[in-house]
């Protein structure tokens, strides 16, 4: 048995009081808890359940953070990712902005694609929104193992998006939410603004045809 370090307690502290904080805000809020509502930085923000607390939290070292993260990931549920989309737009060091990224992709509640998604679409950060991308592609793999094994050929049409060597249309069984991941991708690597955005879609693609 694992003992807890220092770090490991303060974390569990903060992550209580992030949790009860988001949800006193929640019961003030009916929408709270609808992923419509969840926003990141670059679009409207409708949900702010716990500033006062991420503003404490933000002066804790970094390896506190990083078991806040890592704890909140673990939980997965609504109210995780719900804290886990705020603390993307807080947190000032970039390895953290990718390990809440990372958190959420293994989220098990269904909000957590629409946090990544907004993340990957209109993120101010090239190397957040590139690691939004890659983190949504490792969910779809993870879901969907049916995208592990292509079928050879020329170039085929799943619905409107293109997927390069591999047949795969929506009677194979996707789920929608891999449908809409996949969309999205494809909508980044042809229209997206960024070079190195495009790129990432293009090569997380890539995985699920290769």
Do not use: C
Request: glycine share 6%.
């Amino acid at each position: 048995m694992m003992t807890a370090t220092p770090e490991s307690r303060t974390a569990d502290a903060w992550v209580s009081e992030l949790r009860t904080s988001a949800e006193r805000r929640g019961r003030s809020q009916p929408d709270l808890g609808r992923a419509r509502s969840i926003r990141v930085r670059g679009a409207a923000l409708s949900v702010e359940p716990t500033r006062a607390v991420l503003e404490r939290l933000s002066q804790e070292p970094s390896q506190v953070r990083k078991e806040v993260i890592g704890a909140l990931g673990a939980q997965g549920d609504a109210i995780a990712v719900q804290v886990l989309s705020q603390l993307v737009n807080w947190e000032t060091e970039l390895q953290l902005r990718l390990a809440i990224l990372s958190a959420l992709r293994n989220a098990w509640d269904a909000s957590a694609v629409t946090v990544l998604m907004n993340t990957a679409r209109g993120y101010p950060d090239e190397d957040v929104r590139a690691e939004a991308i890659q983190q949504l592609g490792r969910r779809t793999l993870a879901s969907e193992p049916s995208l592990r094994i292509p079928v050879r050929g020329g170039p085929r049409v799943r619905g409107a998006v293109r997927v390069r060597g591999a047949a795969i249309k929506a009677s194979d069984g996707l789920s929608p939410e891999a449908d809409a991941i996949l969309a999205l991708l494809d909508q980044i690597r042809t229209h997206d603004n960024s070079f190195r955005v495009r790129q990432t879609a293009d090569e997380t693609l890539g995985w699920l045809d290769t």
